[in-house]
Nanobody, 126 residues
Framework: QVQLVESGGGLVQPGGSLRLSCEVSGFSSDVYGIGWFRQVPGKEREGVSCISMSRDDGSTDYADSVKGRFTISRDNAKNTVYLEMNTLKVEDTAVYYC?????????????????WGQGTQVTVSS
């Protein structure tokens, strides 16, 4: 049974930083990808970033709105994916979800989650 558990959300001032974590369990191989999505009330959920968990790959992808500010990384030994968020803006405020797609991943545009975490709130406000 695949489980994704997010942590690290909170309240931060504009220009500040936060690091989200997604602890993954239940996969029998490393052929899968992890993505971060976010959603605000009244809007569609949008992809933020994704990473391949294959030990031979590790490719990453980002939405244009977060390129240069957010960094996704992984620790395969801990089965954990991180989203380092810097220079946060008020418009980054959302519930952030960790998601997993089985098989090979081909970038954020083609990421189709099979599993979702429960979400963690990120609020950027002065």
């Amino acid at each position: 049974q695949v489980q994704l558990v997010e942590s690290g959300g909170g309240l931060v001032q504009p220009g500040g930083s936060l690091r989200l974590s997604c602890e993954v369990s239940g996969f029998s191989s490393d052929v899968y990808g992890i993505g971060w999505f976010r959603q605000v009330p009244g809007k569609e959920r949008e992809g933020v970033s994704c990473i391949s968990m294959s030990r031979d790959d590790g490719s990453t992808d980002y939405a244009d709105s977060v390129k240069g500010r957010f960094t996704i990384s992984r620790d395969n030994a801990k089965n954990t994916v991180y989203l380092e968020m810097n220079t946060l803006k008020v418009e980054d405020t959302a519930v952030y979800y960790c998601a997993a797609e089985e098989g090979f991943v081909y970038g954020l545009r083609y990421f189709r989650p099979d599993y979702w975490g429960q979400g963690t709130q990120v609020t950027v406000s002065s």
